[in-house]
Nanobody, 119 residues
Framework: QVQLVESGGGLVQAGGSLRLSCTASGSTFNSYIMGWFRQRPEKEREFVAGIRRSASSTSYADSVKGRFTMSRDVVKRMVYLQMNSLKPEDTAVYYC????????????WGQGTQVIVSS
């Protein structure tokens, strides 16, 4: 398993921006597929963004496309989620996740960081 620690959540007004960060343990960070998920109040956890090992391929949920950008820093073993034009419906606990080689899904999760967007 991989240890993941998120940071950067907080309270922001609608239209504002936040950047979430996630630090990953492990010397083979290059080989992980990384993702951001969120769980909104009374909702199931949902996919937000993912980035492949090469970092050249990213994918986003339709609800955040054009507003959120995911990136990774291989040297620092970190991934980021830049969130712009935030909306109240983006309020959620955001989780960083890792899918290791040989795994068919994300099996390592961080503890989550709360994002609250006020209207």
């Amino acid at each position: 398993q991989v240890q993941l620690v998120e940071s950067g959540g907080g309270l922001v007004q609608a239209g504002g921006s936040l950047r979430l960060s996630c630090t990953a343990s492990g010397s083979t960070f290059n080989s992980y597929i990384m993702g951001w998920f969120r769980q909104r109040p009374e909702k199931e956890r949902e996919f937000v963004a993912g980035i492949r090992r090469s970092a050249s391929s990213t994918s986003y949920a339709d609800s955040v496309k054009g507003r959120f950008t995911m990136s990774r820093d291989v040297v620092k073993r970190m991934v980021y989620l830049q969130m712009n034009s935030l909306k109240p419906e983006d309020t959620a606990v955001y989780y960083c996740a890792a899918q290791l080689p040989g795994q068919d899904t994300f099996r390592s999760w961080g503890q989550g960081t709360q994002v609250i967007v006020s209207s």
